[in-house]
């Protein structure tokens, strides 16, 4: 075989086994999520409003709604205290299972609060769903 062939073959292998452990991975991770694992929502965010005001402490008001849902868990309203990134909050929730947490996103007192305060309040944010592995 020609050795510009060879490495190319050799390297093709490697991605592929790369891509096949990785996809493993996925596949294991996925499993243990659809089948009863429980997911851990967050959110951290930055308000378009500075803290203390008045429009602040309106939306932790609407947020506190969220806690009541069915089969949301250790609801928290989280104050971030690292310099570390420009996001100033952050929401944390549980949930038993996929099912609970698609219910919950859309639930329509979800949907409002998201229409009602989140849309007009938020000025960026970044979402992170977990389930533990391994």
Do not use: C
Not at 87 to 100: H, K
Not at 112 to 120: D, E, I, M, V
Not at 127 to 134: H, P, Q, V
């Amino acid at each position: 075989m020609h050795e510009f062939t060879r490495r190319t073959v050799l390297a093709l292998g490697s991605a592929l086994a790369v891509n096949s452990t990785a996809a493993a991975a996925d596949s294991k991770l996925a499993a243990a999520t659809l089948t009863g694992s429980t997911i851990r929502h967050t959110v951290v965010f930055r308000l378009k409003w500075s803290a203390g005001s008045k429009a602040e402490a309106e939306f932790f008001a609407a947020a506190a709604a969220l806690a009541s849902l069915p089969h949301v868990h250790r609801f928290e309203r989280l104050r971030q205290i690292s310099h570390k990134n420009s996001y100033a909050y952050g929401f944390s929730m549980e949930f038993p299972d996929t099912g609970a947490y698609a219910a919950y996103n859309s639930h329509p007192v979800h949907q409002a609060f998201l229409r009602n305060h989140w849309t007009p309040n938020v000025e960026e944010f970044m979402e992170i769903d977990y389930a533990a592995f391994g």
